[in-house]
């Protein structure tokens, strides 16, 4: 800058931008300079513009540096709104591997929420609290063990208003103060398919408040964790909890007991009165001789294990103390069930349950349990996304009773059982890993067994169920009816008003259809040629308990449902694990052959009779998978990896069921069409070679249901609703109407 001043003045300047200091001149200044002041004096000029020189220096430097923290805060933001982008698209990609749900850039009603899931520790009460601020909520969903949720506002505006004030904010943990950052995406919908309700698994009970508070810590007071270091019988503490034996030692070097070696003392005294309990109540047939008493702290657990065979007998109970737990089951296929123990409740565990399936406490500080039944409700915990919440953990001690075996266990379970490994049996498929397997078992076990027995069965199959019947003939007069899985066709003529049409997956029995003048045609009932909508009724009668996974029964109730008219009803019938109901034994009990007939199958688990007309009507309609109907129905909690190759036990006839997957035996009368050695499972007891050669065993494979399982897979789906559901002679029942 320059100023123009005429002499006798002189000029001072000053480059503030060099940091040069003042001076004298009496030349106009052309450069780049911030003060040129005339004035009188040099001196007065030079003293006047010094102090201006450091007054606009202290200005320069706190403007300089304002600018410099604005710099700096600018990039800050800047930094975070990149995180916080990059944050949303991880999300984003996850929520489309995992869900398959899309993002949407525009705003709606609905919100995925990453890092406010009830995998990472946040409860659905904190996060209702936090969401319900901006808004009324018609949705709120937490899938378990997933890092997110999902939440459906009333309207858009209160959706974004919530986006705006969330996205990226950072949170704490009510129940850990781990400090957690949201970030949120908006999603065209809020839908997540409901998990399949889950049973317990067979030969498992579970008993609310078997003891009173009083008699809880009067146990607790018995066990002296610190007294007795240097008796036999010391606790010991493991790497995920303490724990102390009586009675018998169990060794974990061998998972074993050493029989001939008892702890001193026995038993403790207090816990007799509890063991006459469940005496009396039938809740054990043999007083226990071992206890293990095991301490869990918040964080601790136990692996999944089944219980020695050889080490000890069928019943194990176990005592909850102090708190309740969430603990694991699992199958060989795969599936899971997580079961609510409450405190002061008694887990029973006997057949399937105590030799088959593992059992396990992960070790965590939280557990997913129902929202809705916080009050430590027995039960199995399903995988409902709207309504699962976290409940912290305390310290909870296991009385575990046990009974010592003194023989070899000769369970039905050989695959996973010690006191049988390496004897010579029959070798029995394994449960279905995969749909592959699946489909691969149901053509071996069901499809070309009936192929083979399709003259024998049908002359089996002649007298129609009442109940069936009833069904029937209460359907208006012209109504179109689809029985699929017909087998023989003995339901095609029962009401001359309808017009029936049957389809089964086995051609010879379609052929006897055809013999018979019937209406039929071969399919798989997964996937059916007749147009969706097109049916007043549909029936499937001992069908669905022939498909070996639980996604693939699924798929053929979803099936039944698309053939339905709106309004239009279907009657389902499967085979039932509980054959003697409501202390009344189903017709299938009550015709075993008498004892003379009867035949030791100590290696087989064969009877000699065939399945008659009074056991469940088996078609052998099942499963050509179908990946149209399959998709969207997976539940990651089949594809688990087995705990065990386990194989499919083999049923003896006219017993009640111990395993809800098996494989069941048909002789066959007459001889068989053509030897297959896939097909024709020709079992030999020991001594019967020439009897089994002139009849002939086959094996089906059947997943029978117990109580509530098929009611609840049909309430799974949206588009139908449960009108009745009932037991008829061993079987569960229920008739759906499409909505």
Same mark, same amino acid.
């Given at each position: 800058m320059s100023v123009c001043i005429q002499p006798p003045y002189m000029f001072v300047v000053a480059c503030l931008r060099h940091k040069t200091k003042p001076k004298l001149s009496n030349k106009e200044p052309n450069l780049s300079l911030i003060v040129a002041l005339p004035l009188p004096t040099a001196a007065a000029q030079l003293c006047l513009a010094t102090r201006y020189?450091?007054?606009?220096?202290r200005l320069l430097r706190q403007n300089t540096s304002m600018e410099a923290k604005?710099?700096?805060?600018?990039?800050?933001?800047? *930094?975070?709104?990149?995180?916080?982008?990059?944050? !949303?698209?991880?999300?984003? &990609?996850?929520?489309?591997? +995992?869900? /398959?749900? %899309?993002?949407?850039?525009?705003?709606?009603?609905?919100?995925?929420?990453?890092?406010?899931?009830?995998g990472n520790g946040m409860s659905r009460q904190q996060l209702l609290r936090i969401l319900e601020e901006y808004g009324a909520m018609e949705t709120l969903l937490m899938p378990p063990n997933k890092p997110y949720s999902f939440v459906k506002y009333r309207t858009t505006e209160e959706a974004k208003k919530a986006f705006n004030a969330l996205n990226g904010k950072e949170v704490t943990l009510e129940d850990c103060d781990q400090n957690i950052v949201l970030y949120i995406n908006f999603v065209e919908k809020v839908s997540l398919q409901n998990a399949v309700p889950t049973s317990l698994p067979p030969g498992l009970m579970v008993i609310e408040k078997?003891?009173?508070?009083?008699?809880?810590?009067?146990?607790?007071?018995?066990?002296?964790? *610190?007294?007795?270091?240097?008796?036999?019988?010391? !606790?010991?503490?493991?790497? &995920?909890?303490?724990?102390? +034996?009586? /009675?018998? %030692?169990?060794?974990?070097?061998?998972?074993?007991?050493?029989?001939?070696?008892?702890?001193?003392?026995?038993?403790?005294e207090i816990c007799n009165p509890f063991l006459e309990k469940c005496l009396k109540q039938g809740y054990i047939?043999?007083?226990?001789?071992?206890?293990?008493?095991?301490?869990?702290?918040?964080?601790q657990g136990i692996p999944p294990h089944t219980d020695t065979h050889?080490?000890?007998?069928?019943?194990?109970?176990?005592?909850?103390?102090?708190?309740?737990?969430?603990?694991?089951?699992?199958?060989?296929?795969?599936?899971?069930?997580?079961?609510?123990?409450?405190?002061?409740?008694?887990?029973?565990?006997?057949?399937?349950s105590r030799y088959l399936w593992t059992h396990g406490i992960t070790p965590r500080k939280y557990d997913v349990i129902q929202a809705s039944e916080l009050g430590q409700k027995v039960g199995t915990i399903t995988a409902n996304a709207g309504d699962l919440t976290l409940n912290r953990r305390e310290t909870r001690t296991s009385f575990t009773f046990r009974k010592v075996r003194r023989s070899p266990c000769s369970c039905i379970y050989p695959s996973v059982c010690d006191s049988q490994k390496g004897q010579h049996r029959l070798v029995q498929p394994s449960f279905p890993q995969n749909e592959m397997e699946a489909s691969k078992l149901e053509q071996e076990y069901v499809h070309k067994v009936y192929e083979e027995i399709a003259t024998h069965f049908s002359s089996t199959r002649h007298s129609p169920w009442p109940r069936i019947v009833e069904f029937l003939r209460s359907l208006p007069t012209g109504s179109i009816v689809a029985d699929i899985g017909c087998g023989n066709g003995k339901y095609l003529s029962i009401n001359k008003d309808l017009y029936m049409v049957g389809c089964d997956r086995s051609k010879n029995l379609v052929d006897i259809c055809a013999e018979k003048h019937f209406q039929a045609f071969v399919c798989d009932a997964l996937s059916v040629p007749i147009r969706s909508g097109s049916c007043d009724a549909c029936i499937s009668i001992a069908v669905i308990h022939h498909f070996s996974t639980a996604e693939r029964r699924l798929a053929t109730i979803h099936e039944l449902a698309r053939l339905l008219r709106p309004g239009g009803t279907a009657l389902i019938y499967v085979w039932a694990m509980e054959q003697e109901y409501k202390n009344q034994k189903s017709k299938y009990l009550k015709e075993k052959n008498g004892s003379k007939n009867k035949e030791k199958e100590m290696n087989t688990g064969t009877a000699e009779r065939p399945l008659s007309d009074q056991g469940p009507d088996n078609s052998s309609q099942d499963s050509a998978w179908s990946d149209q109907l399959l998709n969207g129905l997976k539940d990651e909690s089949y594809s688990a990896k087995p705990v065990a190759d386990f194989r499919l036990p083999v049923h003896t006839n006219r017993t009640s069921f111990h395993s809800q997957d098996l494989l069941v035996?048909?002789?066959?009368?007459?001889?068989?069409?053509?030897?297959?050695?896939?097909?024709?499972?020709?079992?030999?007891p020991g001594g019967s070679k020439e009897s089994q050669e002139l009849s002939p065993v086959f094996h089906r494979y059947y997943h029978v249901f117990c109580e509530g399982e098929l009611e609840a897979v049909c309430r799974t789906l949206d588009c139908v609703r449960v009108q009745k559901s009932y037991y008829d002679q061993g079987n569960w029942c229920v008739i759906l109407e499409k909505l």
């Open positions: 020189f450091r007054f606009q220096k604005t710099t700096e805060d600018h990039l800050k933001v800047h *930094k975070m709104k990149k995180k916080v982008v990059r944050k !949303q698209v991880r999300a984003q &990609h996850t929520l489309m591997r +995992h869900e /398959g749900i %899309e993002c949407v850039s525009h705003a709606t009603q609905s919100l995925v929420i990453a890092n406010a899931g009830l078997i003891i009173s508070p009083e008699e809880e810590r009067r146990m607790l007071e018995g066990i002296d964790w *610190k007294g007795d270091e240097d008796t036999q019988n010391a !606790q010991k503490t493991l790497k &995920h909890r303490r724990v102390k +034996h009586f /009675g018998y %030692e169990f060794r974990y070097d061998n998972n074993n007991v050493d029989k001939d070696k008892p702890l001193p003392g026995g038993l403790p047939k043999h007083k226990p001789d071992q206890l293990t008493v095991n301490q869990y702290e918040p964080g050889s080490a000890f007998e069928d019943e194990i109970i176990s005592l909850s103390l102090g708190a309740e737990i969430v603990m694991d089951f699992k199958h060989p296929d795969g599936r899971t069930v997580a079961i609510m123990l409450p405190r002061c409740s008694l887990l029973v565990m006997t057949g399937e035996p048909w002789h066959l009368k007459g001889g068989s069409k053509k030897k297959e050695e896939s097909v024709d499972t020709v079992l030999v």
